[in-house]
């Protein structure tokens, strides 16, 4: 099944019920008034927005700060396939309207990504423990279409930068991008967050990982993942916030 297909498949089919995360941080600033309401309304009325329409699946996962595994956060990623290739999400820290848009993600398939040159591959993680382990879901999709998904993720890389920094309670975007990773072994994601998150989604993570032990793991491109090899980048912040 072409991945341009299966993205189809999960527009017509996600729904997130309602298991609403909501965003830790409320954004200093005085309440919309009527214009601005009507403004908003207008402009969803009349206003075409083709970028905002081809986010079309839904993903659900963890990520945690280069150099800094001990400060992880949930991840709500919306995407839209560019080819069979490449897919393009941003990620918000829930799936509530007011849910804060924490950054954005590039995803390469196993092909690209092994011509993308050895100091660029530093900046990218592997995508196959997210899929075994069942801490990667699609919410509100069917079991297998989940799993024709998660095939084609499984061999996948993403490059992932945070600009806004809600798992910091940040009441606004401070400081630079922050450069994130996604977990590769057992015991390393908080398993209180993924518990709390199956609870929400009334999934669990381990029925995810027993349905998915057929899905072949692909080895994985040693640039990839380059935390693990000592090779923490990271932005340094001139505004001088932590992370």
Same mark, same amino acid.
């Given at each position: 099944?072409?991945?341009?297909?299966?993205? !189809? %498949?999960? =527009?017509?089919? #996600?729904?997130?019920? /309602?298991?609403? +995360?909501?965003?830790?941080? $409320? *954004?200093?600033?005085?309440?919309?008034?009527?214009?601005?309401? !009507? %403004?908003? =309304?207008?402009? #969803?009325?009349?206003? /075409?927005?083709? +970028?905002?329409?081809?986010? $079309? *699946?839904?993903?659900?996962?963890?990520?945690?700060?280069?150099?800094?595994?001990?400060?992880?956060?949930?991840?709500?990623?919306?995407?839209?396939?560019?080819?069979?290739?490449?897919?393009?999400?941003?990620?918000?820290?829930?799936?509530?309207?007011?849910?804060?848009?924490?950054?954005?993600?590039?995803?390469?398939?196993?092909?690209?990504?092994?011509?993308?040159?050895?100091?660029?591959?530093?900046?990218?993680?592997?995508?196959?423990?997210?899929?075994?382990?069942?801490?990667?879901?699609?919410?509100?999709?069917?079991?297998?279409?989940?799993?024709?998904?998660?095939?084609?993720?499984?061999?996948?890389?993403?490059?992932?930068?945070?600009?806004?920094?809600?798992?910091?309670?940040?009441?606004?975007?401070?400081?630079?991008?922050?450069?994130?990773?996604?977990?590769?072994?057992?015991?390393?994601?908080?398993?209180?967050?993924?518990?709390?998150?199956?609870?929400?989604?009334?999934?669990?993570?381990?029925?995810?990982?027993?349905?998915?032990?057929?899905?072949?793991?692909?080895?994985?491109?040693?640039?990839?993942?380059?935390?693990?090899?000592?090779?923490?980048?990271?932005?340094?912040?001139?505004?001088?916030?932590?992370?």
């Amino acid at each position: 099944m072409q991945l341009a297909r299966i993205f !189809s %498949l999960c =527009a017509l089919l #996600a729904a997130c019920g /309602d298991q609403a +995360p909501q965003s830790p941080v $409320n *954004a200093p600033g005085n309440a919309a008034s009527v214009a601005t309401r !009507s %403004l908003d =309304a207008g402009a #969803a009325v009349l206003q /075409d927005k083709p +970028p905002i329409d081809a986010l $079309n *699946a839904y993903l659900d996962g963890f990520h945690f700060y280069s150099g800094n595994m001990k400060s992880q956060m949930e991840a709500h990623h919306y995407c839209a396939i560019v080819n069979d290739d490449v897919i393009q999400c941003v990620i918000y820290d829930g799936n509530v309207r007011d849910a804060k848009l924490m950054g954005v993600e590039y995803i390469v398939s196993g092909k690209l990504f092994q011509g993308l040159p050895p100091a660029e591959k530093t900046l990218w993680h592997s995508h196959v423990h997210e899929v075994k382990s069942g801490q990667l879901i699609a919410p509100g999709i069917p079991e297998a279409a989940e799993k024709a998904l998660m095939q084609k993720l499984v061999g996948t890389y993403g490059k992932t930068w945070h600009t806004w920094h809600t798992d910091r309670r940040q009441q606004l975007p401070l400081g630079v991008p922050q450069l994130m990773m996604g977990f590769t072994q057992d015991g390393q994601a908080d398993a209180a967050m993924v518990a709390a998150r199956d609870a929400r989604f009334k999934v669990q993570s381990a029925d995810k990982r027993r349905q998915r032990q057929d899905i072949a793991a692909p080895a994985i491109d040693a640039g990839a993942d380059a935390w693990q090899h000592g090779k923490v980048i990271q932005l340094q912040d001139p505004a001088g916030s932590t992370h």
